[in-house]
């Protein structure tokens, strides 16, 4: 095994012993409080980080804009395919990161993924949610 899989393995391994799964459902348990997980991880695979954010009552966690990234959410309906953009202009290189939100978001349950050509795509399109 390459030293950049077993990197990356080691990382997946943290995190899935970060966010607890639900033996029955194989849906995430965030310890008993609402909140999501929110993580971009690269196209290979190398590398990954993640952060959990939590809207009600009130934005909190330790995401580095709880309050931005809960409004965009709000502004959305919770539905990370709507959020408004952030239009900059960003290079055509091809260097793919996925995001993704597993959770709760304001009552509802999501796990909700999608891939983009770079981080700044992703940017211009999820604006403060995936910023951290």
Known sequence: MSLRATAAAAVLL??????????????????????????????DESWIRGVRL?????????HPDAEGACAALDAAHGNPDRLVTDPHPCTKRFDPVTARAVGE????????????????????????????
Do not use: I
């Not at 939590?54 to 330790?62: E, I, L, M």
């Not at 050509?117 to 604006?127: I, K, R, S, Y």
């Open 54 to 62: 939590r809207c009600s009552p009130r934005p909190s966690g330790p």
């Open 105 to 132: 978001w304001r009552g509802l349950r999501m796990d909700w993924r999608k891939t983009y050509p770079n981080v700044c795509v992703l940017d211009t399109a999820t604006g403060p949610l995936f910023r951290f």
């Open 14 to 43: 943290a995190l899935a012993a970060a966010v607890p799964v639900h033996a029955d459902t194989q849906e995430p348990v965030l310890d008993g409080e609402t909140g999501l997980f929110l993580t971009v991880s690269g196209g």
